[in-house]
């Protein structure tokens, strides 16, 4: 965890909004799925506090911070109090490529939808939401109930664009042949949930690019899933 003097900054940083800052030009570690690897991307995140900001990695803030009991680890393993924080609405992702920061143009939905997942704070919640992986995650953003055996949504064979749901598959037969569902951020990056919550394993959402997800599946195939008109709205995980 940084503070103000030590932290990296965002010009996207307010008190209404959680930025979620992606830096692709650096690596942080690896994924790994069934004997498969992936590089997985640098993110930081950026939370409003009383002296402008505190940041840290995206998988810190997972594990060590709780958006609605306010708190963070501090490096020592203290918590300390989030202040000013009851004003988020929103989620920001940006990317930034030579000390260059840019908004990621997502559809406000999924804006409002990630700040919604982060405040199911699930890591310290895993035993009432085991089993929530990346279809659930994909699922809450794009408000579609959450119904694994029949999901509500359709599937396009077309290139991705900003903002859209995808799946990959290893055939052409949907969906019994999805593997993974994730959020498309362009530059061919995608932000995802990777395992399954409360099953005795890391589980959180990550960024890795499109090869390296194809790779970790081994996938063939990307659609876009898009939520059928008459689709029920997301109405909470089953717990």
């Known amino acids: 965890m940084k503070t103000n003097k030590e932290a990296p900054t965002s010009s996207y940083s307010n008190y209404e909004t959680l930025v979620l800052q992606i830096i692709p030009e650096i690596e942080c570690g690896q994924i790994q799925i069934n004997g498969q690897f992936a590089q997985k991307i640098c ?28 708190w963070i680890n501090n490096d020592s393993g203290e918590k300390l109090i989030l202040e000013n924080i009851d004003n988020l609405i929103k989620v920001t992702v940006t990317i930034k490529l030579s000390g260059k920061e840019e908004k990621i143009d997502l559809p406000d939905s999924i804006d409002t939808g990630l700040l919604d997942y982060f405040n199911q704070d699930i890591c310290h919640n895993s035993n009432a939401f085991k089993g929530f992986d990346c279809y659930a995650f994909v699922s809450l953003l794009a408000n579609v109930k959450y119904f694994p055996k029949d999901p509500d949504f359709e599937y396009i064979d077309v290139e991705p664009k900003v903002g859209n749901i995808t799946v990959i598959t290893s055939d052409r037969k949907l969906p019994e042949f999805i593997k993974h569902w994730a959020l498309y951020l362009g530059d061919e990056l995608c932000l995802s949930k990777f395992g399954k919550s409360g099953e005795g394993s890391q589980s959180l959402v990550e960024i890795v690019d499109l090869n390296g997800m194809m790779t970790l599946y081994n996938c063939q195939h990307i659609y876009i899933a898009r939520p059928k008109t008459n689709a029920k709205p997301w109405d909470g995980y089953p717990r």
């Not at 993110?43 to 306010?70: M, T």
Request: proline residues 11%.
């Open 43 to 70: 993110a930081n995140i950026f939370i409003p506090n009383s002296n402008n900001s505190i940041s840290c990695p995206l998988n810190y803030f997972q594990e060590n911070a709780s958006l609605p009991d306010k």
